[in-house]
């Protein structure tokens, strides 16, 4: 904390959505790194403050001196900001290696990843608390996959760093050895007032060997004890959008929305139809509820992707014959109103997609500079607390 401001630093900082929950919460972003070009342009729009480090550029090649100083320049300390003086580091290095939706042959060792990148800074930085967020994924995921059919009885056990959850267990021994009490679990959005349903793996890490937790749900799925998630109405109603900026779809996509109306998907298409709307899909496993999707009007929104018009990821409107709209997407993942976003239809909807909901992230903030100011707030169990024990 410096002049009474508590100081963050993002990482991986994509279209600022965590950093401006963070800041909502009271902190101060005095540095990001990001290397999209477009997204870095969203930040110096809406945070001018923030221009001289908003520019795009690969976190290997940024030392934590530069991030400190570029601290300094924004506060007009005359100085640059000391190791240890640095509220809060946060970031989500890229996830896609332990994505669920990906290929499994994709799952790659963290530790040879730009995850190691955002551990260096957090080293060197030495901040009082570091926020890391991941897919859902990355709790289950081996570091090497094995095909199917190289398992069982007629093949070799699998290895460690074959087995599920071998991949989280890298991270969290590469956090060990930070000297910091590491806490994670899964967060559900839709739990903290965001319209959508979206999880996410959360880690917070405590230089000092703070007891840290997260934060109480305020919403529930049944509405019994705290109030009921919010839906895509609630998110959508009264909202301005004289854009409307969206990816159309083709006529062969149309032709089947046309016959399904909100809340239904392909199983709901005339059966004669079906299989040939479905295409090569139709054999394939799984529930492929994206499929010719119209969302409903009444539940939370389904998570947001990178790409709402895609086939097997459908978000069609409720009535309208399109995808959600750009300011729509942002919308669900509770941008202000106001914020800009720079770049073509497909790279807003791709900065969108990619973003920690701003609520969510205001929640944790709020938890955190709690803490950071001295109380005690009260909080959720958490699903595994790493307080420098053995692995």
Known sequence: MIDNKSISISLFAGAFGLDIGIEQAGFHTISVVEKDRDATKTIAINRPHLQESAIPREIEKVTSQDLLAEGGRVLKLGRDI???????????????????????????????????????????????????????????????????????????????????????????????ELGYSVVYNLLEAADYGVPQNRSRVIF?????????????????????????????????????????????????????????????????????????????????????????????????????????????????????????????CAKIQTFPDDWIFHGSVSSKYKQIGNAVPVLLAKEIGSYLLDLIQGNKPEGKEIAEQLSLFSL
């Open 82 to 176: 000391r190791p240890g003086e640095v509220d809060l580091v946060t970031g989500g290095p890229p996830c896609q290696p332990f994505s669920t939706a990906g290929k499994r042959g994709s799952v790659m060792d963290p530790r040879g990843s730009l995850f190691m990148e955002f551990i260096r800074i957090v080293k060197e930085v030495k901040p009082r608390f570091f926020l890391m967020e991941n897919v859902r994924g990355l709790l289950s995921a081996p570091i090497r996959h094995r095909p199917i059919n190289q398992r069982g009885k007629n093949h070799s056990l699998l290895e460690p760093d074959e087995m599920p959850g071998a991949a989280l267990k890298a991270v969290l021994t590469e956090m060990k």
């Open 204 to 328: 917070i890490g405590a230089r000092d060997g703070e007891t840290a937790t997260f934060p109480l749900a305020k919403y529930s799925q049944n509405g019994k004890v705290l109030p009921k998630w919010r839906t895509l109405r609630d998110a959508l109603t009264g909202l301005v959008d004289p854009q409307i900026e969206f990816i159309p779809y083709s006529e062969s996509r149309l032709k089947y929305l046309r016959l399904l109306k909100a809340g239904q998907n392909w199983r709901d298409l005339p059966e004669e139809l079906i299989k040939e709307a479905m295409g090569g899909a139709y054999n394939s496993g799984g529930g492929k509820v994206g499929f010719y999707r119209r969302l409903s009007w009444d539940k939370p929104s389904p998570t947001v992707t990178t790409s709402p018009q895609q086939k097997a990821t459908d978000m069609c409107h409720p009535v309208e014959l399109r995808p959600l709209s750009v300011r729509e």
